[in-house]
């Protein structure tokens, strides 16, 4: 095939590629954003070699917000509860949905790593659930999900000393 050839097959195939790339993104991000406003709790925990263990549950239902902090042994150091706003459920599922965590794979594990970070999410969106689990690997979009969740649940106020 000639250079002239293959550049008008170029310039007529690569539109409808980027155009089809681009519908498939957006059906992606419009499933994901139905999936993710339709939340009733999502339930966050992390373990691990040298980190904090923690785990936070988000209540779509009831407005609340549970932070448990653990000792290595298992034991309970603290709980937090509250109840958090509107705004707030609606910051975490924009989040959730720009991140595409609905089309999360069930699992992220780099097996070149022993010891490390341990962290699992499950997410029921009401007509199913979903649960991805982490060792030492993520999701591209992971941190931003992590960040706004950490956050909010940082920021809750009533603190129930050890239990």
Known sequence: ??????????KKTVPKVLLICAALFL?????????????ETLHYKSWGFGVVLVEYKFDFVRD???????DFDGTIISHKEDQFSKEQQREVKVV???????????SYINSRVDDGDQWDITADYGSMEKSVYGSN????????VYEKIRSIADGIGTEHGSL
């Open 27 to 39: 059906l992606c991000l419009i499933y994901c954003k139905k999936l993710v406003f339709n939340m």
């Open 137 to 144: 690997a993520y999701p591209r979009t992971y941190r931003s």
């Open 1 to 10: 095939m000639n250079k002239t050839k293959l550049k008008k097959l170029f």
């Open 96 to 106: 959730c949905a720009a991140a595409y965590m609905p089309l999360w794979r069930s």
């Open 64 to 70: 609340s917000v549970d932070v448990y902090y653990y």
